[in-house]
């Protein structure tokens, strides 16, 4: 992901998925702090939080502008649906991280929720880990959000 990339996943059908994704496919991706594997397993792992929860999981990684957390609030808005949207904001020349939750989400993920998740991904992240600190945090988020009520 380069500088400002934002991420997320859907749960929209296949074909409409691919016409999407065709729009909104960024090969600069490639180039960001993310290796092609480390971009292929937090893919998945948006994939895998998404259906496992019924939630929309997105991770933003770039630059935050000050007051960290209100621009953080402000990527999370722009999010379809972002009542029931979880945003991961990480920006690592910053050494920040932000978890923001939609009133909806925010009924399944705990403060405290997002908290542990967070002390998990910074202490991957202190390793150098970043794809591998985003995979665990959404792995976190997602069991403490279980399933989708029906």
Known sequence: MTAGELAHTSTES???SESAQAGRWHPEV???PLSTRALLR?????RLADSATGLTFSVYIGELAEPLRESAENLHSELVNSSSAV???ISPNQRALE??????????????DAK???????AAFAGGDLGGGIVTGLAQ???HA???ER
Do not use: K
């Open 14 to 16: 296949e074909a409409e």
């Open 116 to 122: 542990l998740a967070a002390l998990s991904m910074a």
């Open 30 to 32: 490639l180039n960001g």
């Open 87 to 89: 945003l991961l904001a």
């Open 141 to 143: 988020l997602s069991s």
């Open 42 to 46: 937090v893919d998945e792992a948006l």
């Open 99 to 112: 978890i923001v939750t939609g009133a909806d989400a925010r009924r399944r993920v705990l403060d405290r």
């Open 146 to 148: 279980g399933h989708p």
